[in-house]
């Protein structure tokens, strides 16, 4: 069985080493799912490069891909596609509709942008399977503002997630603990992402957010 560098390579994905190299933190958090019967939804298909490496690597799950243009030539017996505007509400209403609720990992390789980032992760987020990861790729193009963001960083809003991690400050310093699934159950005044997200795991370039299994 290959590794997931090895598919990556093979495939031609710049997710591989010879590329962004993310696939040592994929392999890190996604190993002990490998051979489960999971879903996995990928935001942004390109020429389906990674479609085909997910396909392989995850040998028994099901494959889902958006783009904003028709992909299907990309379609195998495990791997379906839709279009999809992240920008747009109505377009991720549809796809949290039709997938979120029975996806394990989210993966937002689209427009990079880091208002559609927000977006996308603001509406896909809350209905990824609890356990489930939802990762955010090329995160440094928010450093190009004039480019990917003009008026929002995804750098900037992984700060937000590490204080919703840790419930903004909301647990009584009477009793500090760090044990997060006692402790939601004991704060009513707790918004979604303060809630059910358990990590958050950035590198150069990547941000990878847990959700809460409570």
């Given at each position: ?16 080493p ?10 890190m ?8 019967p ?13 479609l ?22 990309y ?6 596609t839709?279009?999809m ?44 399977r ?34 919703d ?50």
């Amino acid at each position: 069985m290959r590794t997931l560098h090895e598919i990556a390579t093979a495939c031609g994905t710049d997710k591989g080493p010879l590329g962004h190299n993310y696939t040592p933190y994929y392999d890190m958090f996604f190993a002990p799912l490998r051979d489960k019967p999971i879903t996995l939804f990928e935001i942004g298909v390109w020429e389906g490069a990674s479609l085909k490496m997910w396909e392989e690597y995850f040998h028994n799950a099901e494959i889902v891909g958006a783009d904003l243009h028709n992909k299907t030539i990309y379609e195998t017996d495990r791997i379906k596609t839709i279009i999809m505007d992240q920008s747009s509400e109505n377009h991720l209403f549809s796809a949290q509709f039709a997938y979120a609720n029975s996806t394990d990992i989210i993966i937002d390789d689209g427009s990079h942008k880091a208002e559609d980032q927000i977006l996308s992760f603001e509406t896909l987020f809350p209905d990824l399977r609890p356990g489930g990861m939802y990762c955010v790729e090329d995160t440094l193009c928010s450093y190009d503002k004039e480019r990917w963001g003009k008026t929002a960083s995804f750098i900037d809003y992984i700060s937000k997630l590490t204080g919703d991690v840790n419930m903004n400050g909301k647990m009584s310093n009477l009793e500090i603990c760090a044990n997060k699934k006692q402790q939601v159950h004991k704060y009513e005044a707790l918004n979604t992402f303060e809630r059910n997200i358990e990590w958050v795991f950035v590198s150069c370039g990547l941000c990878i957010v847990k959700k809460l299994f409570i």
